[in-house]
Nanobody
């Protein structure tokens, strides 16, 4: 069992930056692939970024490439999402998720989810 708690969301102006964190419980965090997803009001949840268990492989949605960076610190049981050059369309609730496959791929199966953190980007 893995419990995930996101933090770091908030209100920021367009062009600004935020860093989201996702702290995981459990002693096997390093075995899991991790992903960040988001869901805007009235829209389906969508993949944002993913990272393999070792951090060696990363995946990004096209709409965040060059702006967002995913990273992880297995010693701290934490995965991060650095978000730069934020746009109003990035406004959403952001969720982290853990995949027992270890891969963190966009279409992978994710077994555990956090409760989300709100990101609001004003124009």
């Amino acid at each position: 069992q893995v419990q995930l708690v996101e933090s770091g969301g908030g209100l920021v102006q367009a062009g600004g930056s935020l860093r989201l964190s996702c702290a995981a419980s459990g002693r096997t965090f390093g075995d899991y692939g991790m992903g960040w997803f988001r869901q805007a009001p009235g829209k389906e949840r969508e993949f944002v970024a993913g990272i393999s268990w070792s951090g060696g492989v990363k995946y990004y949605a096209d709409f965040v490439k060059g702006r967002f960076t995913i990273s992880r610190d297995n010693a701290k049981n934490t995965v991060y999402l650095q978000m730069n050059s934020l746009k109003p369309e990035d406004t959403a609730v952001y969720y982290c998720a853990a995949s027992m496959t270890g891969r963190g791929t966009p279409s992978g199966d994710y077994d555990y989810w956090g409760q989300g953190t709100q990101v609001t980007v004003s124009s």
